[in-house]
């Protein structure tokens, strides 16, 4: 049984940063790519970064520069290392894998950057 588990999520001012962690189980996390995801109230989930099997990266304009993705094969572990954060990056985020045509998602971690 495929399970994502979320963390790292919290309160945080303008301009600071968090880091997101995402424990997978039950599959051999190595072998796919994994991304976050985020997602507000009324609108669409949206994808931000993907790490591919082999450790190549991608981020979307609205993070880029700020957001990094990484992970750790030996913790089964992705990562999301956010920095300069802005009151529009609120959000719940979550964590995917992508096993061929399946997808996996964790059950969300809340962000609120606010003053």
């Not at 997602?39 to 979307?60: D, W």
């Not at 954060?85 to 059950?107: F, H, I, M, P, S």
Request: net charge positive; hydrophobic share 30%; proline share 2%.
């Amino acid at each position: 049984q495929v399970q994502l588990v979320e963390s790292g999520g919290g309160l945080v001012q303008p301009g600071g940063s968090l880091r997101l962690s995402c424990a997978t189980s039950g599959v051999v996390f190595s072998r796919y790519s994994t991304a976050w995801y985020r997602q507000v109230p009324g609108k669409q989930r949206e994808l931000i970064a993907r790490i591919s099997s082999g450790g190549f990266t991608t981020h979307t304009d609205a993070v880029k520069g700020r957001f990094t993705i990484s992970k750790d094969n030996a913790k089964n572990t992705v990562y999301l290392q956010m920095n300069t954060l802005k009151l529009e990056d609120t959000a719940v985020y979550y964590c995917n894998l992508a096993r061929g045509l399946e997808n996996y998602w964790g059950q969300g971690t809340r962000v609120t950057v606010s003053s």
